[in-house]
């Protein structure tokens, strides 16, 4: 059910180079909250992030090291109280793997460059793929079209 995802044309392979970190620059990098989720696996608590409701114009990039995930154009109010999208820019950004955590089986949602942790991916998304990746909002930082 993951389906193709599309690529858009003027970005480049630079936010799939790895990025590593030691945990010690991390937190130097991250705010608590941040680090939280994207170096311990954390989540935000529903609806209490940024990027809940579509209401932004733009492009979405991992908050931890800038690689380029998700656009507003493909995001959607799922209710779930986190931003949620139908696919990402680019397949080759993200890495998906299996997580048994919480007695559920899930899909685990990762930057690809950094290893930073999103989100989680879910069957149950709007046409036209069917896929709701859902992504704490403070996994993300947005490049405003404005």
């Known amino acids: 059910w993951l389906g193709k995802v599309s690529r858009m044309a003027d970005e480049t392979d630079d936010a799939v180079q790895p990025m590593e970190l030691t945990d010690e620059k991390w937190k130097q990098r991250l705010s608590r909250s941040q680090y939280y989720v994207l170096r311990e696996k954390g989540t935000e608590r529903a609806f209490s992030g940024e990027y809940t409701h579509p209401e932004f114009d733009g492009i979405f990039r991992c908050a931890a090291c800038g690689a380029v995930l998700f656009s507003s154009e493909d995001q959607f109010d799922s209710g779930s109280g986190w931003p949620s999208f139908t696919s990402p820019v680019d397949a080759e950004a993200v890495e998906l793997t299996d997580d048994y955590s919480l007695g559920m089986h899930r899909i685990e949602v990762t930057c690809k ?32 079209k404005d």
């Open 113 to 144: 460059r950094c290893g930073g942790h999103l989100g989680h991916l879910f069957p149950d998304g709007p046409s036209p793929t069917g896929q709701r990746w859902c992504i704490n909002s403070v996994s993300l930082e947005l490049d405003s």
